[in-house]
C-alpha cells in the first residue's frame, strides 16, 4: 500500500482529481462546511452516511439499511475514482466505506481532511483544568462494530493498542468496560500534532490514567497528520503476534491516525485483528476555524 500525502494552508494548494462520487457526513463546525461547499461544487455524485450505533445500520441518504446491504444500496464502485471526505465522516462509516473499496478491489481512492485551526476547550476557573478540550456529548459506549468485532477474553493472548487523543475519559472508560489486561497495551501518541504544544495537551491528559492501569510499559509516537505512519506501527505490532494472539486497536487520536487504523483493519483476517469503539456523539462547533486542508491518495 503506498498513501500520497499533500497538504496545505489552502484548498488551492492541493491538486484534486477528477471524482465519480465522494461520501461525506454532517459538517458540524467550519472546516466540515467548507469541506462540503468544494464537494458539492466539484463532485456530481455525492453521498450522505450516517452509522446508527446499537441498530447495526447505515444511513445512506435518506434510507436506512443493514451494514451488510451498503454495497447493495451504493452505485458501482469497482472502476469509480472515489473521494471520502474524513473530515465529515465518523469513525464506523470510513471503516465500513474502506472495508468495502478493498473487498472490491478499488485499488485508487482518496480521503479529505481539514484540520481545525483550533478546538472548543471547556470553560474551567481552575488552571488545573487548562487542556480540558469540548469535543464530545456523550458516547454511547463500546459497541461492536460490524464486520469487525472480536471479544477479548482472558484466555487468548490479546494485544491492544490506544490511538491516544484529548479526551482521557473514553479510555478510562473502556478499560473499565472490559477485560482488558493493562500489561498487553500499548499507546500511541500522535507527535508531531498538529500544532506544537498539542501532543503535551494528549499526554498530559491521559498520563494519570496510564500510570493508575500500570499502562506506561510501552508508548509509542507517530506523525498526527499522517495515516501511513500509523498504518506501519499497527502492522509491526501484528507482526509480533503469535499463530492464535489477536490485536485489537481503540481509535481515540485525530483522524488521520484514524484513517491508518481504518486501513490496517480492512488489510487484515478479521479473525486476527478487530475495534473498540464508543461512538461519541461529537458536539457541533467543536472545531475553530479552517487549519491546512490535507488529501491522502491511496493506492
Not at 39 to 68: C, K, M, R, W
Not at 287 to 292: Q, T
Request: proline share 4%; net charge negative.
Amino acid at each position: 500500500m503506498k498513501i500520497n500525502i499533500q497538504f496545505g494552508d489552502s484548498i488551492h494548494e492541493i491538486s484534486f482529481s477528477n471524482y465519480d462520487i465522494a461520501f461525506v457526513g454532517e459538517p458540524i463546525d467550519d472546516r466540515g462546511n467548507a469541506a462540503i461547499n468544494y464537494i458539492n461544487t466539484n463532485v456530481a455524485s455525492v453521498i450522505f452516511l450516517n452509522y446508527v450505533p446499537g441498530e447495526f445500520e447505515i444511513q445512506i441518504n435518506d434510507n436506512q439499511v443493514p451494514v451488510d446491504d451498503l454495497e447493495n444500496n451504493l452505485p458501482q464502485l469497482n472502476d469509480s475514482n472515489v473521494l471520502i471526505d474524513a473530515t465529515t465522516i465518523g469513525f464506523v462509516e470510513l471503516l465500513l466505506l474502506l472495508q468495502l473499496l478493498f473487498d472490491i478491489n478499488n485499488h485508487n481512492f482518496s480521503i479529505l481532511y481539514i484540520e481545525p485551526a483550533s478546538y472548543s476547550k471547556r470553560q474551567r476557573n481552575s488552571l488545573l483544568h487548562f487542556r480540558d478540550f469540548d469535543l464530545s456529548i456523550q458516547t454511547k459506549g463500546y459497541e461492536a462494530v460490524p464486520g469487525h468485532a472480536l471479544t477479548i477474553d482472558n484466555e487468548v493472548h490479546q494485544k491492544v493498542v490506544f490511538l491516544c487523543g484529548f479526551e482521557a475519559e473514553r479510555m478510562d472508560r473502556v478499560i473499565e468496560d472490559s477485560e482488558i489486561i493493562s500489561k498487553r497495551c500499548k499507546c500511541i501518541f500522535g507527535l508531531p500534532a498538529f500544532k506544537p504544544g498539542w501532543e503535551m495537551d494528549s499526554f498530559a491528559n491521559n498520563i494519570h490514567i496510564m500510570k493508575a492501569k500500570d499502562m506506561m510499559r510501552d508508548i509509542d509516537f507517530c506523525g498526527a497528520t499522517n495515516p501511513m505512519a500509523v498504518f506501519d506501527k499497527l502492522s509491526t505490532t501484528y507482526q509480533g503476534l503469535d499463530e492464535d494472539d489477536q490485536l485489537f486497536v481503540v481509535p481515540l487520536a485525530t483522524k488521520p491516525m484514524s484513517i491508518g487504523a481504518c486501513l490496517f483493519l480492512a488489510s487484515k483476517p478479521k479473525n486476527k485483528v478487530a475495534v473498540l469503539y464508543d461512538h461519541p456523539q461529537k458536539k457541533t462547533g467543536r472545531g475553530i476555524d479552517v487549519g491546512k486542508w490535507h488529501l491522502y491518495n491511496i493506492t
